[in-house]
């Protein structure tokens, strides 16, 4: 036992060592070559959405933990890898609480009211990449695995493949779920213009998997393949 947690360690740090190398080879050459992105950093915006929030929960897994609670940590892990790196990023919430106005009254007008102000945000900073963290939930309790959804943006399905190739080498190399595109019915995604991705980390309706997800563990490797994949898309842009 104690093998594998120095195992899974230094594994840890192996990558994020190889990230922090990227994010400064990266930088350094947006800046050299002029690249229109964030003026300071020469990286886009990332915009870290966790899922849900405020009095809607999304799914509850099998042990009663709301999605809403599982989405936020892995984004706040997410940020922490993304500020280390040095790269912009904003969140579209920081807590599980959400200040709506006093004229949301119902479940559906607080919703409305949360997505419209996400998608400002989004249309709110110019060559921005929105990152929307999820978890999966199915009636049966045998579904299991990480995939990733692409927004209507030319570049978000490169984005998504490389999410999908991580998330699933880090949190299950079993998995044989594939990127595919978001359907059109999700407002987010329907009303932004960036390039943007949906993550879903794994299915809280199985009792294996939904217990992984609730443990900081996991949750790191999750982001760690989350920002992996986001600094080599914007590496490859960069070289474009």
């Known amino acids: 036992m104690v093998i594998k947690l120095k195992s899974a360690q230094t594994a840890f740090w192996a990558l994020l060592l190889a990230l922090c190398v990227v994010a400064a080879v990266f930088l350094s ?37 709301p999605e809403s609670e599982i989405n936020l940590s892995i984004a706040i892990k997410l940020r922490a890898l993304a500020q280390l790196l040095g790269l912009p990023c904003i969140m579209t919430r920081e807590t599980e609480e959400i200040d709506y106005p006093e004229d949301a009254n119902s479940l559906h007008e607080k919703k409305v009211y949360d997505t419209v102000r996400r998608v400002e945000l989004a249309e709110s900073e110019p060559g921005c990449v929105l990152i929307s963290i999820h978890q999966n939930k199915f009636p049966a309790s045998s579904p299991r695995g990480p995939q990733a959804f692409f927004g209507k943006d030319g570049n978000s399905e490169v984005l998504a493949l490389l999410a999908q190739e991580k998330l699933t080498a880090a949190l299950w190399p079993e998995n044989r779920r594939v990127a595919a595109p978001i359907p059109k019915k999700v407002y987010l995604f329907s009303h932004i213009s960036c390039t943007s991705l949906l993550a879903e980390c794994g299915y809280l309706s199985n009792p294996t998997e939904a217990r992984l997800l609730e443990t900081d563990g996991h949750q790191i490797k999750a982001a760690l393949a ?10 490859a842009e960069n070289k474009v």
Do not use: C, R, W
Request: aromatic share 4%; hydrophobic share 35%; proline share 2%.
């Open 226 to 235: 989350l920002a992996s994949a986001y600094i080599e898309f914007i590496s």
């Open 29 to 65: 050459t947006s800046k050299e070559e002029g690249t229109e992105t964030n003026s300071q950093t020469g990286a886009p915006m990332l915009i870290i959405d966790a899922g849900h929030g405020g009095t809607d929960g999304g799914a509850v897994s099998v042990t009663g933990v």
